[in-house]
């Protein structure tokens, strides 16, 4: 057998082991390294490893890992048999084990009503952090079996999904066509691999007719952002600077609205997230088909023939949470479009020049590019007689 062999093996099995962890949540760092104390009295300062005694969590760290074991063997036994496991009888058990930790915690979550399931959502935003990433994966899986679609939004939004869990969410959410959950995924996702990526990049370059409903109610969230800053902008009761502001985030949107489709709205998060991993977004687009090649291609293509028109257009952050304009934060740089495309034409640089179908578009973007290289040299060039007359001066 060879090494390669025997790693492979090695990795298979230890990944198919699952082992629950002793400690599944973070632990009070307060109550524990005060009380460690060295093991011997005279200990070797120089030693790698100083042996300690004094281990000992905290009696809430205890309990919350207690509530913790308690709720998942009772959630694992109902999932067992999921269709007599109801979604009333889900969030039932969800909001009693999340009212243990908000009395333990001492929380206070508001006046609202528990026989709302907006309830269940406002306890996970309060004291979700403090059900450990096992407990929390397997409400995950439970949310998918019931289709609580709205709790998983939550989960994925406070960062309470884990990087492991993302391969099997990605595809079920693609499955039953959850485009909004899909973008949630691009916007918080600490750690999406390849796999995930080209299920997101094809369900969007290649949408299904099923899809449509979804992907559209995505679109009219852009929309509604995109007449906000229209309105914000011509508000005259604006003060100089938040007027001014409004204005570039009615650039920005309109920019970011006008002339593209409703699943190219949603590649936006893609470019801008910061968590996709530009090696992994490479081998991501290695997997896609001519026609989906083609119509990231296109997609690319408008960004940079909106940033040549409308060079104004920029970064307008303070707007999300100045103005509410959430979509500015989400809409891609020229750096982002850049990088993006430099990705595509870097991994598939053969394959585009020898299919004629490609052409079309790498003509359209060769002329885009050759344009916005002359202006950066005439712009280079005025800045750098700029310099000198300052240096006169």
């Not at 999932?79 to 908000?102: C, Q, S, T, W, Y």
């Not at 691009?186 to 949408?207: N, T």
């Not at 470019?271 to 687009?285: G, M």
């Amino acid at each position: 057998m060879s090494l390669l062999e025997v790693i492979t093996k090695a990795s298979a099995e230890s990944q198919s082991l699952y082992f629950p962890s002793e400690y599944p949540i973070v632990l009070d760092p307060d109550s524990i390294f005060p009380n460690l104390k060295p093991k011997l009295d005279d200990p070797n300062p120089i030693s790698a490893a100083i042996p300690l005694n004094g281990w000992q969590i905290s009696q809430t760290d205890s309990e919350f890992i207690e509530l913790g074991k308690k709720f998942t063997t009772k959630l694992k036994k109902k999932l067992k048999n999921p269709v007599k496991f109801d979604r009333a009888e889900f969030l039932g058990m969800v909001n009693a084990f999340l009212e243990k930790i908000r009395d333990k915690v001492g929380v206070s979550i508001g006046v609202v009503d528990s026989s709302n399931e907006g309830y269940t959502l406002v306890l996970v935003e309060k004291v979700g952090e403090y059900m450990g990433k096992d407990v929390a994966g397997l409400v995950l899986e439970a949310c998918v079996v019931s289709e609580v679609w709205e709790l998983v939004g939550t989960l994925i939004a406070n960062g309470l999904v884990s990087s492991s869990c993302y391969k099997d969410l990605v595809a079920k959410i693609v499955a039953k066509r959850r485009t909004e959950l899909v973008c949630m995924c691009l916007r918080h996702a600490s750690d999406l691999g390849s796999s995930e990526l080209v299920m997101i990049l094809k369900y969007f370059l290649s949408p299904t007719k099923d899809a449509y409903d979804s992907i559209v109610e995505v679109r009219k969230e852009w929309e509604s952002q995109a007449l906000l800053a229209a309105e914000k902008a011509s508000d005259r009761s604006l003060s100089g600077k938040k007027l001014g502001m409004a204005k570039e985030a009615a650039v920005l949107l309109m920019v970011a609205y006008d002339g593209f489709s409703s699943a190219e709205l949603c590649l936006h998060y893609l470019l801008v997230s910061k968590n996709v991993d530009e090696v992994i977004l490479s081998s991501a687009v290695s997997k896609l088909s001519g026609k989906e090649m083609v119509n990231l291609l296109r997609y690319l293509g408008k960004w940079l023939k909106k940033y040549e028109r409308f060079p104004q257009a920029g970064p307008c952050h303070k707007a999300s949470t100045t103005l509410g304009l959430k979509a500015c934060d989400w809409v891609p740089k020229f750096e982002d479009v850049l990088k993006c495309t430099g990705v595509v034409l870097d991994e598939n640089y053969s394959a585009l020049v020898l299919h004629p179908e490609f052409h079309e578009e790498l003509r359209s973007i060769n002329k885009v590019v050759g344009s916005l290289t002359l202006e950066a040299r005439l712009c280079c060039s005025v800045a750098n007689v700029a310099d000198k007359l300052k240096a006169e001066v």
